[in-house]
């Protein structure tokens, strides 16, 4: 089966994890979560740098664990990004990168020159580690890990020692690698920001165990755990540029069922694009009307939900293959006389695009 299985229960003082995931084999998926919450914890079971008794990981129908098999981490066919780089100071770029595929057969080489092209560092061959920028360093150190042509990589917040210049350097980076390569990612985050942008598959995780998972986009619209990505709950729309208006300096962003206006930000015409819409920009009406808001569409209520004030509702509503989420008081619900299946009006105050 094309999965991963990880069953795990560690205990410290303090702390416990105790889960049963079965995660996809394709695609980023997404670890999130508060710091403690283990997700790194769970990043080093899977890469047999923690050992939790009675364990069971199996990935994709082979055991790396269970009551009577172990696998050592050396034998593992990933790949392992940590928060540092930890490059040797003493090699070269060149040098690091080699380090890691003299110890497997040819054979089972990626090639080494698209990975360089990959993430951009051909120019930083020559170069030992402390003429490099912290962007840099990630770069190689990703380059690094898929020099082992492994089967899953395992990220470990990649961009969490860097600025937010030398993040948003990277950031196009990995979407090069999930677009280009088939490497499934487990990719340990706390920024919303990057989840969104990246994920595929989303797993948050609290005090040792699953909040919630599934893919990035129903798992986000949710109405019975509402997750929040940062300041608000909000929902992703995967997407195309369509058109741009270049009086008006806006680009139309396309998706089956609607479109949505937003500032142009440069991505030409037909390129893809995920957009987030907050819950708190939505907006329903049972009739049009003159409005400022520019984004309107058209919409099945699909679910209600309560949000965590007493005086005010969750309303998911489905355009066509797209979620959005609206908070509005329980009020307006009520004089809508929403329910589900009714027809409405979507107004979108805001879209931001993730980028």
């Not at 280009?180 to 340990?188: A, D, S």
Request: glycine share 8%.
């Amino acid at each position: 089966m094309e999965n991963i299985h990880a069953c795990f229960r560690l205990e410290w003082p303090g702390f416990c994890l105790d889960l049963d995931l079965t995660l996809p084999l394709t695609g980023v998926t997404a670890l999130f979560g508060p710091s403690g919450s283990g997700k790194t914890t769970l990043l080093r079971c899977i890469a047999g740098l923690e050992r939790a008794p009675h364990g069971r990981l199996t990935v994709a129908g082979e055991i790396w664990q269970d009551t009577r098999h172990w696998v050592p981490t050396y034998q593992r066919p990933l790949g392992y990004v940590f928060q540092e780089a930890s490059l040797f100071s003493h090699l070269t770029v060149d040098g690091n990168l080699n380090y890691g595929i003299r110890r497997i057969s040819t054979t089972a080489r990626v090639s080494m020159e698209h990975a360089i092209e990959l993430l951009g560092i051909s120019q930083l061959l020559d170069r030992k580690p402390d003429r490099l920028s912290g962007g840099e360093r990630q770069r190689v150190a990703i380059a690094r890990a898929l020099a082992v042509n492994p089967r899953l990589l395992l990220m470990d917040e990649p961009l969490a020692a860097l600025d937010l210049k030398r993040k948003q350097e990277i950031l196009p980076y990995l979407e090069r690698l999930h677009d280009e390569l088939k490497i499934p990612v487990l990719y340990v985050s706390h920024s919303p920001d990057e989840v969104a942008r990246l994920a595929d598959h989303l797993v948050v995780m609290e005090t040792g165990r699953v909040l919630a998972d599934g893919p990035l986009v129903q798992t986000l619209a949710r109405l019975d755990l509402p997750i929040h990505l940062g300041e608000d709950i909000g929902t992703i729309i995967e997407t195309t540029v369509g058109a741009v208006d270049d009086e008006w300096h806006l680009m139309r962003v396309d998706f089956p069922g609607g479109n949505l206006w937003a500032r142009d930000s440069g991505v030409p015409v037909g390129h893809r694009v995920r957009v987030r819409v907050l819950a708190r920009d939505v907006s329903l009406a049972d009739r049009l009307g003159h409005s400022s808001i520019q984004n309107v569409l058209n919409g099945i209520v699909d679910g209600i939900g309560d949000d965590q004030h007493p005086g005010l509702a969750l309303v998911r509503v489905k355009v066509g293959e797209a979620m959005l989420v609206a908070r509005l008081t329980k009020r307006a619900a009520a004089s809508l006389e929403l329910q589900v299946g009714k027809q409405v009006w979507v107004q979108v105050k805001s879209v931001a695009l993730l980028e």
